[in-house]
């Protein structure tokens, strides 16, 4: 009873002040019935992360105050539950109802709480969304080590030969994100030198064109390690081959997922309308549903917004949505899959490139909100928040930046990453980015002159 009667004499205090400061939103007008300052706000919301077992967030006393005087920009749904959590408050009472209904079904106080630990609740089977499967590092060379059993027992291969590499490729698609990327490229690339003699032994077998079918997978896979590892021609050529297995075998996902991975090597060199090329014959090629989705989003998206050809960039989302409202499955898991957090980067990174700083800046904020702390969509989303706010907000920017450095081993920092780090160094004003430079600068290659990696 005392703890809802102090909730209630809060709330007649906000409103007092709203009444009297017409000016004043209900987030500050909440704080100043509180009687706190921003910084004690922020040490509030540091501190129920701390108390949930959570590393600190990434709040700044900016960033609220853009909450609160800014119409146009509120606080993503995690965020949202932190402040209400601090504040003793809902989100109807904050003005912060819009913030968390987009993103979530759930009641007001079921809300997820992600930020900085994976989530252990139970999931139907075929659902992915917060899972977090058994990925030590025995595990890699496990999967490795049975194949290689396997193929012992019938060095010919057969069905089951072909379910193994299937898994496989599962194993590694599904945790992608959880091994340093040189150490997946080499598992990935030994079960394929595994596999190599039986579809030279047996092409006509019955299983044979399954076994085809993997190999293009797996190599897909190094395709996009090797781009991770900043090895764009070593990149294209896996790709390359995984596309011709995918058309060979009539796996057309496959192609269209390794002509789509084509189309994003091509923008990182600036060649933009060979990534426009390579996205449109993915997209021609992509199933309907999910990949369809995928390909516009991810390929043809970014292609055309990078050619500031806008009205079409928006018919490519436009499709994108259509495609997955259309598709029952929803969402799919691991690096070939795709889902929301990955779609609001896609917007985020287009939006950026045609000038719309503050869509960039909500989608990213959200892509990044509904990713566990320290993987790739998280590092990727976060970036792009920094980018979308080095003009306005360089000292935001510059944290996030940090923030990221601080998270993320310099093992598990992706190419993309690093590009998107040295860009936002640039894009600082000088005073926001010297600290940054000297972070980067102390950063070891991610192959070294002689060419092994880190």
């Not at 190599?219 to 090895?231: C, E, I, R, Y």
């Not at 990949?291 to 960039?313: T, V």
């Amino acid at each position: 009873m005392r703890g809802q009667s102090r909730q209630h004499d809060t709330a007649r205090i906000a409103h007092t002040v709203q009444d009297a400061l017409t000016e004043v939103s209900a987030l500050e007008a909440w704080r100043f019935a509180l009687g706190w300052s921003r910084s004690q706000t922020v040490a509030q919301v540091a501190g129920l992360y701390v108390a949930d077992g959570l590393l600190p967030p990434g709040l700044s006393e900016p960033m609220l105050c853009r909450w609160e005087h800014d119409a146009d920009e509120w606080p993503g749904p995690e965020y949202t539950v932190m402040l209400c959590r601090a504040y003793g408050a809902h989100p109807e009472q904050l003005g912060l109802a819009r913030a968390l209904a987009p993103h979530t079904n759930a009641p007001f106080g079921q809300a997820v709480i992600r930020y900085g630990r994976p989530e252990t609740t139970a999931y139907p089977r075929g659902s992915w969304e917060g899972m977090e499967p058994m990925t030590t590092a025995a595990g890699l060379p496990a999967v490795r080590e049975s194949l290689h059993l396997a193929l012992l027992a019938d060095p010919m291969g057969n069905v089951g030969t072909a379910e193994l590499a299937e898994a496989a490729v599962e194993h590694y698609a599904l945790n992608y994100s959880k091994h340093p990327p040189q150490i997946l490229f080499n598992e990935v690339r030994e079960v394929r030198q595994l596999l190599t003699p039986v579809v030279q032994a047996e092409p006509g077998a019955s299983y044979g064109a399954d076994i085809q079918r993997q190999v293009g997978w797996l190599s897909a896979l190094l395709g996009n390690l090797a781009f991770h590892l900043d090895d764009l021609t070593g990149a294209r050529t896996h790709l390359s081959a995984a596309a011709a297995w995918g058309e060979r075998t009539g796996d057309i996902r496959l192609a269209a997922w390794a002509w789509g991975a084509h189309s994003m090597v091509a923008r990182t060199t600036g060649r933009y309308d060979a990534a426009l090329s390579h996205a449109e014959r993915g997209a021609h090629l992509a199933p309907a549903g999910l990949p369809r989705a995928q390909l516009h989003a991810w390929a043809l998206l970014p292609a055309l917004a990078r050619l500031q050809r806008a009205d079409d960039a928006d018919q490519a989302l436009r499709t994108a949505l259509a495609e997955l409202e259309a598709d029952p499955s929803g969402t799919a898991p691991g690096r070939f899959g795709f889902d929301e957090p990955e779609l609001a980067l896609h917007q985020a990174e287009a939006d950026l490139a045609l000038g719309r700083h503050q869509q960039a800046r909500a989608r990213a904020e959200a892509s990044s909100a509904a990713c566990p702390d320290g993987t790739g969509g998280w590092t990727a989303a976060t970036l792009v928040l920094a980018q979308a706010e080095a003009t306005d907000s360089p000292q935001d920017a510059a944290q996030r930046a940090l923030h990221v450095l601080d998270h993320v081993p310099a093992t598990r920092l992706r190419s993309t990453a690093r590009t998107r780090l040295h860009d936002l160094t640039r894009a600082l004003p000088t005073g926001h980015a010297a600290e940054l430079t000297e972070r980067l600068g102390a950063l070891p290659s991610a192959i070294d002159r002689h060419g092994h990696a880190l």
